[in-house]
């Protein structure tokens, strides 16, 4: 229990490293070598935001934590998938895709498995639009 609340305490970027390196959660891993964070957004849903009791993110929705991973630097990557040029093969290639369309990618510079230091300087960019200081501060506070 007081190692839920640590965890709970840490600011986005630590959080989010210590869902990766843990084992508890299959909703979120590493992949392309540890420079990028994969989600599979229906299970994330239900794995993450969905939990009763005391939230990770202090958020139900998936939006709002794809803003957080935005506001902390992290950009969307599209998966390019090579289209066969015989039918059969790509409609194949195109169910295959959508299987991993519910499957997010984000890539930050500083966050890389293979340097854990970089994590540290993944700050919080600027005030999100329409929220006034305030708002951003309560979101580093710990609970």
């Not at 957004?41 to 958020?59: M, P, S, Y």
Request: net charge positive.
């Amino acid at each position: 229990m007081a190692m839920e609340r640590e965890f709970l305490s840490l600011r986005f970027p630590q959080k989010l490293w210590e869902m990766l390196e843990s084992s508890k959660f299959q909703s979120i891993w590493w992949t392309e070598g540890g420079k990028c964070v994969a989600i599979n957004k229906d299970l994330f849903e239900v794995e993450v935001l969905g939990r009763e009791g005391q939230q990770v993110f202090h958020t139900k929705k998936i939006k709002s934590f794809m803003r957080q991973l935005n506001a902390y630097g992290f950009t969307k990557m599209q998966r390019n998938f090579q289209r066969s040029a015989s039918l059969p093969e790509f409609l194949a290639e195109e169910a295959a895709a959508s299987a991993h369309s519910q499957i997010l990618y984000y890539y930050n510079p500083s966050f890389n498995r293979a340097h854990p230091w970089l994590s540290e300087t993944c700050k919080r960019r600027g005030v999100l639009k329409g929220r006034g200081l305030y708002a951003e501060e309560m979101e580093e506070r710990p609970l």
